[in-house]
Every structure is written in structure tokens, then in C-alpha cells.
């Protein structure tokens, strides 16, 4: 709010209208006047944008919007509270370790295992097909859309893509050659040589199981 408010302010003054006095949060003044009203976009539209653009500002929102409306502190640990609850509540109980929402943070410590349980709980979810809509299509949209395509897991690989500096992960969805779906998690570190080679192995892992009877 304080940031929305600091650049109205800015943008007013560089259209030579002064504005006096400071911005600050507060209660407002008697007589005050609504000017403009701001709606956000539903949650699914969020995340939809969030995991197919793999936006990580927006996850960095939404970690802290989760800790302000379930625990009273729009802050990283307090959305952590939140996430790891859920884990529990869906029975995902071994170690991890999460520090941010966007996962940028070298700290972070997630298993393959964790990921692919937390797939299969949420195949098992009514918001199961908003979830899956939201991922990236392999040659279709997102961070995929230049990746797989032409190949059997064009439209097929559902997922979402994960990078640091020596660090290249894929996880979620496909669907194989006899339409059995099967969940999935690929976590490369601390790999020699280019990001594009780890990506190449990823897709031919991909397009393997996609072309596979299981």
C-alpha cells in the first residue's frame, strides 16, 4: 500500500500537481474521498501467470499474502508455518527445508520424493485440474513452449521448471503413450558444463516416458 501510494504521488508531481504533506498508513482523515478502487485478479489467474511464467516475485507475494491471512504476518516464516501444515495435513512428513517462497534461495532443500508425493496428493485434489492448467505445456506455453516440441510429450508434459546457477530441475506431469498419467520430479545440481546439455537430458527423459507403455 505505502509503495502504490509513494508513486500516485510521484507520478502526480511529475505532472506538476504538488502534492503536500507525506505518505503514510493511517486512518483517514473526516471527509476524505475515494478516487479509485483497485480489484486483484482471483488466485487461480495469479497463480496461473506464477507457474507458467515462473514469475518469482509473484511467489514471493503469495508466500506472504498465505502468512498474513492464516497466521497475521504477511512474512516469509509465517507462510512457511503455512506450507509446512499443509504438508502435513497431506501427510508429506519427512525433511525439508524452505526459506523463501520463490526458491532462489540456495538454502532450500527439497527431495524428488517430497515433490513427486506432493503431485500425486494433488491429483487427488477437486482444484486437481485449475492446479494441472496452470503448469507449462511441453511446446505449447509457458517455460516449456520452446522446449519438446514436436515430439511425444508435446502437449503431454505438464510441468514446471526450476533454475539456479548449476542447478536445472523439472517436476510434474505426463501423460504416456498408453494414457496412464505419471508423476514425475528431475532435480540436477552442481552439474559440469552447460544448463542447455542438463535441459537437453530432461527433455529426452521426458519424451521417453511420454513414448513409454507403463
Sequence with gaps: SLYTASVFKEQLEQAGIHVGGRVEMGRLEDGAQEIMTSV?????????WMLKESDNFYAEQIIKTLG???RSE???EKGIEV?????????????????DGSGLSRK??????????LLKYMKSRPINDLFMS????AGVDGTLKSRMGGTPAEGRLMAKTGYLEKVSCLSGYLETKNKK?????????NFAGRTSRVKAIQDKI??????SVL
Excluded: H, Q, T
Aim: aromatic residues 8%.
Design 40 to 48: 486483484s485478479p482471483p488466485l487461480s489467474e495469479i497463480i496461473n
Design 68 to 70: 498474513a491471512e492464516l
Design 74 to 76: 504477511g512474512s516469509w
Design 83 to 99: 506450507i509446512k501444515e499443509f504438508l502435513k495435513g497431506a501427510n508429506i512428513n519427512y525433511g525439508c527445508r524452505i526459506v
Design 108 to 117: 532450500n532443500r527439497l527431495s524428488p520424493e517430497l515433490i513427486v508425493d
Design 134 to 137: 496452470s503448469l507449462p505445456v
Design 181 to 189: 498419467m505419471v508423476a514425475f520430479s528431475m532435480m540436477f545440481n
Design 206 to 211: 521426458g519424451i521417453l516416458l511420454a513414448n
